[in-house]
């Protein structure tokens, strides 16, 4: 079984300032790995997917984040927010086996508030 | 590209009425999702279809919720009775079949009385 654990529910930062997002997985298989942001009543929208390769992967908005397999993490980054920022943000993991089905399993949010 | 289409995206019914989320996916997608989210949680999921199949409905509660995705396309989901804990959002996701990413609807906020 899959579990993601997002280890900061909520995130206040101000403008202009980094932040950082972590996220710890856990699970016996390879995995491919997700970041989705969601604005309120709004759906989710993915910000950048890890699959393979580089460690360092770039996604919209700005954002990055870094795969450590010893760490089990997945930390996303931005280095400078701006207000619409302001959001909801979901890790999440997948088996990239296809008799998985491809089920995404999501840790439980950062709220992250950008204070001006 | 139009996105994956939910409606309604509000709806307020009291307790043992009858309710049902209808999707769209993007098209050309034949993987079709239904997650629920709580307040302030992340989304689990309810059901996977791969056309019109229901592949994995593990987690769907039986006795009250049901599914369906008659012509592999659009897909509807109920709940009947409807119970004050059922008060979420329900989110649609589509994806192609083997793809690694799914791409959600904006949700249907369902809130019971």
């Known amino acids: 079984a899959q579990s993601v654990t997002q280890l900061d529910s909520q995130v206040p930062v101000f403008e202009e300032a980094p932040v950082e997002l972590r996220c710890n997985y856990s699970s016996s298989v390879s995995v491919y790995l997700f970041w989705y942001v969601q604005y309120p009543n709004q759906g989710l929208q993915l910000l950048l997917k890890?699959?393979?390769?580089?460690?360092l992967v770039k996604g919209i908005n700005g954002f990055e984040a870094e795969f450590n397999k010893s760490q089990t993490s997945f930390h996303l980054r931005k280095p400078s927010v701006h207000i619409s920022d302001t959001a909801e943000y979901f890790c999440a993991v997948s088996s990239p086996w296809r008799a998985a089905g491809n089920k995404l399993t999501f840790g439980g949010g950062t709220r992250v508030l950008v204070k001006p | 590209e139009a996105g994956v289409v939910q409606s309604p995206r509000y709806k307020i019914i009291e307790k043992k009425q009858p309710v049902a989320f209808w999707c769209n996916p993007i098209?050309?997608?034949?993987?079709l999702y239904w997650y629920l989210q709580n307040l302030g949680q992340g989304p689990e999921l309810l059901i996977r279809y791969e056309n019109e199949e229901a592949v994995d409905d593990s987690q769907l509660p039986k006795d009250r919720f049901s599914a369906e995705r008659l012509k592999g396309v659009d897909s509807t989901l109920k709940i009947q009775p409807a119970e004050l804990g059922d008060s979420a959002v329900y989110l649609c996701a589509s994806s192609t079949v083997g793809g690694d990413t799914q791409y959600f609807g904006p949700g249907t906020r369902l809130t019971v009385l």
């Open positions: 890890y699959l393979s390769g580089s460690t």
């Open positions: 098209s050309g997608h034949n993987t």
